[in-house]
């Protein structure tokens, strides 16, 4: 999702601000749960997580797509809640492809602008544009075509390019790790609902608040081993299927002794 930031004489501010925003379904089930999160004018803001942790469904509530149940989202100042998806001027783009199968790939394109009632020959201009920078230009007069696999790590680069040309807001829902750490501006980890941790790429990688995000942002991809903590003389081991491993004496700081 990107709120629209287009009117720069309005000098309209697209910062999205999240005070503990609850997703609660019929039955009780929650998908999101108190999340907070100030995104910041121009910010490319990364959600990631496995799938079900959440992170499609905080897009769709700032998009308006699905109802908030508790909390408050402001874009900019405004409270949004109420207001109309039309009415939040945010651009979103979905995984899946909501096309029409009877119409070209031309048509497809502009089927939002004649909406509008934007002039032809700019409908013209701007399609032509996105197939460009789609690479897909030769595909217009053709029906419906999906594009191929191998254009997504092609594809990274150009939103990355076009983020910068808007200059708007960007908010990019991924479980691709690799995406998210080379796109963000900052990354939120998501796991069950709950943020886990909001950082750079740089800081997620070398200070994970915990093992899940240690886990699911490692790359190569991390292993993880059972083991008990047991004091070795005036040293501290760790102990698993008859092989023991000594603390290096900066890590054995003096808490460690409460859990031996």
Same mark, same amino acid.
Not at 124 to 134: D, G, P, S, T
């Given at each position: 999702?990107?709120?629209?930031?287009?009117?720069?004489?309005?000098?309209?501010m697209?910062?999205?601000?999240?005070?503990?925003v609850?997703k609660?379904?019929?039955g009780?089930?929650?998908?999101v749960?108190?999340?907070?999160?100030?995104?910041?004018?121009?910010?490319?803001?990364?959600?990631?997580?496995?799938?079900?942790?959440?992170?499609?469904?905080?897009?769709r509530?700032i998009?308006?797509?699905?109802?908030?149940?508790?909390?408050?989202?402001?874009?900019?100042?405004?409270?949004?809640?109420?207001?109309?998806?039309?009415?939040?001027?945010?651009?979103?783009?979905?995984?899946?492809?909501?096309l029409?199968? #009877?119409?070209?790939?031309?048509?497809?394109?502009?089927?939002?602008? =004649? &909406? $509008?009632?934007?002039?032809?020959? /700019? %409908?013209?201009?701007?399609?032509?544009?996105?197939?460009?920078?789609?690479?897909?230009? #030769?595909?217009?007069?053709?029906?419906?075509?999906?594009?191929?696999? =191998? &254009? $997504?790590?092609?594809?990274?680069? /150009? %939103?990355?390019?076009l983020?910068?040309?808007l200059?708007?807001t960007?908010?990019?829902?991924?479980?691709?790790?690799?995406?998210?750490?080379?796109?963000?501006?900052r990354?939120?980890?998501?796991k069950?609902?709950? %943020?886990?941790?909001?950082?750079?790429?740089?800081?997620?990688?070398?200070?994970?608040?915990?093992?899940?995000?240690?886990?699911f942002?490692?790359?190569?991809?991390?292993?993880?081993?059972?083991?008990?903590?047991?004091?070795?003389?005036a040293?501290?081991?760790?102990?698993?299927?008859?092989?023991?491993?000594?603390?290096?004496?900066?890590?054995?700081?003096?808490e460690?002794?409460?859990?031996?």
């Amino acid at each position: 999702a990107a709120p629209n930031h287009h009117y720069q004489e309005e000098k309209l501010m697209a910062s999205v601000t999240l005070k503990n925003v609850y997703k609660i379904y019929a039955g009780g089930v929650t998908a999101v749960t108190d999340f907070c999160l100030d995104i910041e004018d121009k910010e490319f803001i990364i959600l990631v997580g496995p799938s079900g942790c959440g992170k499609s469904t905080t897009l769709r509530m700032i998009a308006g797509l699905e109802e908030i149940s508790k909390g408050e989202l402001y874009i900019g100042d405004q409270l949004a809640n109420d207001v109309a998806p039309k009415d939040r001027d945010i651009a979103m783009v979905f995984q899946n492809y909501a096309l029409y199968p #009877h119409m070209t790939v031309y048509d497809n394109m502009a089927f939002g602008l =004649k &909406l $509008r009632k934007t002039p032809k020959d /700019e %409908i013209k201009r701007r399609v032509e544009e996105a197939a460009r920078i789609l690479d897909i230009s #030769h595909l217009l007069d053709e029906p419906l075509s999906n594009l191929d696999a =191998k &254009l $997504r790590a092609q594809m990274r680069t /150009e %939103i990355a390019k076009l983020h910068k040309r808007l200059g708007t807001t960007f908010i990019y829902v991924t479980h691709d790790q690799t995406e998210a750490m080379t796109m963000g501006d900052r990354i939120v980890v998501m796991k069950d609902g709950f %943020i886990q941790q909001v950082d750079t790429p740089q800081n997620l990688y070398d200070l994970p608040v915990n093992e899940f995000v240690a886990g699911f942002m490692g790359s190569p991809q991390m292993n993880f081993v059972d083991a008990t903590l047991v004091k070795d003389g005036a040293e501290y081991a760790l102990t698993f299927g008859g092989t023991k491993v000594k603390i290096p004496a900066k890590k054995a700081n003096a808490e460690i002794a409460n859990y031996v």
